[in-house]
């Protein structure tokens, strides 16, 4: 907040599309109050303007993005399963080690035992990681809890952490991302159970931003995904689906008919899904290190979504079992390299278009005038740049609502 800045000597990439995530195109912004006022070519600021600029920084022909945003996370969580990592290795697949009762449920096992301090604890290195990489919004989803009070906690930790670390957080409740033990062979009623008495419960306590589920094969039906989002409608909650990771069942028409925000993986989705969610807006949110740790094939059809006129989004899907990582940079050079997006895509992929899956658009994730004034400096010049580099990170300095969070200039 407060009084107005100018930023000069910079390469600003506005990131309102993909077509302005490509070049620099103005030198220059204006915040005021925490916003970004004006954006352009300082010849052209208004002398009116300029006078009220009481700071102005040079940024030495630097890159300035919009701040970061990771539109998909489950970040609150304990344990590891670094254990399942080796077996997978000696060639066992991620679903057979869930059929035997490990996967997510051995990471709600260990959610369950401990309390929001040891979540707490378990997720600050890994928010930091992100934060340190210009990430200024994130998505932190519940779904290792599974009964109401451990789902209560894990949202309750996700909002403490918004507050510690002055970062953006939207909570998910994805209470639908695997069948309990307590309601082993009663998958519809444990979903019936989540949606219609834990759902307004949380809703009430204020913990919930979106609804997901997890519709795939080995997890959640269709069917179950209009129980949750009929629940989620009669609430006024907007909705997203992890959908076709491994088989499409189905899930993308229920989303795109219930207008979600997102649905997440993609890796088997037919012309017609793509359709239906390029009509209902819709973002597909591609996760690229889980395709990456799982060994995947094929792809999610990139080309495909892209003729439909889907927006698509990158994000690190950072969780302990298929996508252990904490670097969106990682993401969106992986997005690059195993799914053939340019690194203009790329980059939106991780401003306008991860706004756009978690509603925060247009006030986040670009900057025009009006947003919030969030954005990274970086020792870099083109925006492509952070794309090409792996476990090289250029991110200098972090504003927050117009003033450095973090880093210097
Ligand atoms: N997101 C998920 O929720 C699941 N896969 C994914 O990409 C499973 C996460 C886990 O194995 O813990
Ligand atoms: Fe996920």
């Given amino acids: 907040m407060g009084p107005a800045a100018l930023w000069r000597n910079a390469r600003v990439v506005p990131c309102t599309s993909v077509a302005t995530a490509t070049a620099p195109d103005a030198d220059a912004l204006v915040t005021e109050d925490g916003r970004v006022v004006w954006v352009g070519r300082e010849p052209t600021l208004s002398p009116g303007l300029r006078a009220r600029c009481a700071t102005v920084h040079d940024l030495a022909g630097r890159l300035v993005t919009p701040g970061l ?25 991620y679903e057979e080690i869930a059929r035997r009762g490990g996967g997510i449920l051995s990471t709600v096992r260990a959610t369950r035992a401990a309390d929001a301090a040891a979540l707490i604890e378990a997720a600050t290195p890994r928010l930091e990681s992100l ?113 076709g990771q491994f088989a499409d069942v189905g899930g993308v028409e229920v989303a795109a008919r219930f207008a979600a925000l997102s649905c997440d993986h993609l890796e088997e989705l037919s012309a017609a899904d793509a359709a239906r969610m390029a009509q209902a807006g819709t973002v ?24 439909a006129g889907v927006l698509m989004a990158v994000a690190t899907d950072c969780n302990p079992g298929t996508s252990p990582c904490a670097s969106i940079l990682l993401a969106m050079n992986m997005a690059c390299r195993l799914f053939a997006l340019t690194a203009e895509e790329a980059l939106a992929g991780v401003t306008c278009h991860a706004a756009r899956a978690l509603a925060l658009s247009p006030s986040t994730g670009s900057l025009a005038p009006g947003a919030t004034a969030d954005f990274v400096v970086w020792d870099a010049t083109a925006p492509y740049e952070l794309s090409y580099w792996t476990g090289l990170n250029r991110c200098r300095a972090v504003v927050r609502r117009g003033a450095i969070a973090r880093g210097k200039l």
Avoid: N
């Avoid at 399942?84 to 697949?93: D, I, L, N, P, T």
């Avoid at 597909?284 to 979504?305: C, E, K, M, S, W």
């Fill in 69 to 93: 945003i990771d539109c998909h996370t489950h970040l609150v969580f304990a344990g590891d399963r670094a254990a399942e990592f080796a077996e997978r290795q000696r060639g066992v697949s």
């Fill in 131 to 243: 934060l340190r990489e210009g990430v200024t919004a994130i998505e932190i989803k519940s779904g290792y809890g599974l009964t109401l009070e451990d789902e209560a906690r894990m949202l309750e930790v996700a909002r403490t952490l918004a507050r510690r670390h002055d970062i953006e957080v939207r909570t998910t409740y994805l209470a639908a991302h695997a069948v309990p033990p307590e309601f082993a062979g009663r998958g519809a009623e444990y979903v019936r159970v989540l949606a219609r008495e834990w759902l307004p419960e949380l809703a009430r306590r204020g913990l919930v931003d979106a609804v997901d589920i997890y519709c795939d094969r080995g997890a959640f039906s269709a069917a179950d995904a209009v129980t949750l989002f009929d629940a989620a409608r009669e609430l006024g909650l907007p909705v997203k689906m992890h959908a």
């Fill in 284 to 307: 597909a949110v591609l996760l690229p290190v889980a395709y990456y740790t799982l060994g995947q094939a094929p792809p999610p059809p990139v080309q495909r979504l892209r003729d």
